[in-house]
């Protein structure tokens, strides 16, 4: 799980293994500090959920930051050789997309190559049961939400390949 700090990867991790591994609190610092990881099995498939700091950690400057993710990244890789099946882009509903969150998908496109948002990422939108409460209001649904954003954030949906969900956390 990729994304900025605070942006619910931890409780998302949590959700997909249907338990709590990873510290998921509200905080305005960052809780990682290095990469953890736990599998589970899901309809006979292993899974292998991997957390670690977010980009824009609190407790460091940008370039400790980006050296900090850099380094747990590699590791993460190592963590597994066979490599990994997808990359979750986790972004909070209802935040701004802001130029630091372009900077994580320019910084993963740096970090491994041009396509890899298109062709690894899926996109995973946070805090849905904030969506939930503005779609009760409005009636709209998420596609017709997504479909409705404009500027980067519409380009960032666009150039995800394998398409976008929403999950109440």
């Known amino acids: 799980m990729i994304g900025k700090t605070g942006s619910g990867k931890s409780a998302l991790g949590n959700a997909i293994l249907k338990r709590k591994k990873f510290v998921s609190k509200p905080s305005a610092d960052s809780v990682l500090t290095e990469i953890e990881y736990e599998v589970t099995d899901y309809r ?15 407790r460091l400057d940008t370039q400790d930051s ?3 993710i850099v380094s747990e ?6 963590m597994n050789p066979r490599g ?23 910084f ?4 491994f190559g041009q396509e890899f948002v298109k062709q690894h990422c ?12 503005e779609s009760e209001e409005n009636g709209q649904t998420f596609e017709q939400w ?10 960032l949906l666009s150039s995800v390949a394998t398409g976008w969900c929403s999950l109440i956390t």
């Open 44 to 58: 006979g498939k292993i899974i292998k959920v991997v957390d670690g700091p977010g980009v824009g950690d609190t």
């Open 66 to 68: 980006i050296k900090l």
């Open 73 to 78: 990244m590699e590791q993460a890789m190592l």
């Open 84 to 106: 990994y099946h997808a990359f979750l882009l986790v972004v909070k509903f209802g935040a701004r997309f802001t130029r630091e969150d372009q900077g994580t998908v320019a």
């Open 108 to 111: 993963l496109k740096k970090l």
């Open 122 to 133: 899926i996109l995973i939108m946070t805090y849905g049961d904030l969506f939930e409460r």
């Open 146 to 155: 997504c479909n409705c954003q404009q500027g980067v954030f519409r380009e």
